[in-house]
């Protein structure tokens, strides 16, 4: 196992490619993804995989009458897309074992970023409201850091991936259940 980590929850889930590339490196890996239609497609792509259809403001008891806990929880390109966004890592919290691994990514936005859109004159596009089911919330490192640690958990790691630094497509910020 990598790191302690055999038992994998891929949150938010969508079409299951994550969990599917993770089960074929060896992890345990279990799906959940709100939209129904996600999980049709996700169980048709990896019928080996069990994927349930909830979300993260679903009662977490629910996933873990049928599942043992968790040694890691990933959630890829979610938390930008949740009203309720404190609802993701109080969920991952639940399902975990204690001293467990969060893993998020979701795009990056910090000073120097922001900047170069609006001296680009590309920030209403960036932040269009038009389109359907896109992000609501937009974080920083600080933000996103403090949302987690809010809700037990502690910040391990940071990266920012994707195009120059300080101008990242996206971050992935690592923690642990307290």
Not at 103 to 121: C, D, E, I, M
Request: aromatic fraction near 10%.
């Amino acid at each position: 196992t990598r790191l302690g980590v055999r038992r994998v929850l891929d949150l938010g889930c969508g079409n299951g490619a994550l969990a599917g590339q993770l089960a074929r490196a060896g992890f345990d890996v279990v799906g959940v993804e709100y939209d129904a239609e996600g999980v049709a497609i996700a169980r048709a792509a990896w019928p080996g995989l069990r994927f349930y259809n909830f979300g993260v403001q679903d009662d977490p008891g629910t996933l873990l009458a049928e599942e043992a806990p968790f040694d890691c929880v990933v959630s890829t390109e979610v938390i930008e897309h949740l009203y309720s966004p404190h609802l993701l890592p109080r969920f991952a919290q639940a399902v975990l074992k204690p001293g467990g691994k969060l893993v998020l990514t979701t795009p990056y936005h910090g000073y120097l970023k922001n900047l170069a859109l609006a001296v680009a004159g590309r920030w209403d596009r960036h932040l269009t409201a038009l389109w359907h089911g896109g992000h609501i919330k937009f974080w920083s490192r600080a933000t996103l850091s403090a949302l987690l640690q809010g809700e037990g958990f502690e910040v391990t790691g940071f990266r920012g991936v994707g195009r120059l630094p300080w101008l990242w497509k996206s971050m992935v910020l690592s923690a642990v259940r307290k």
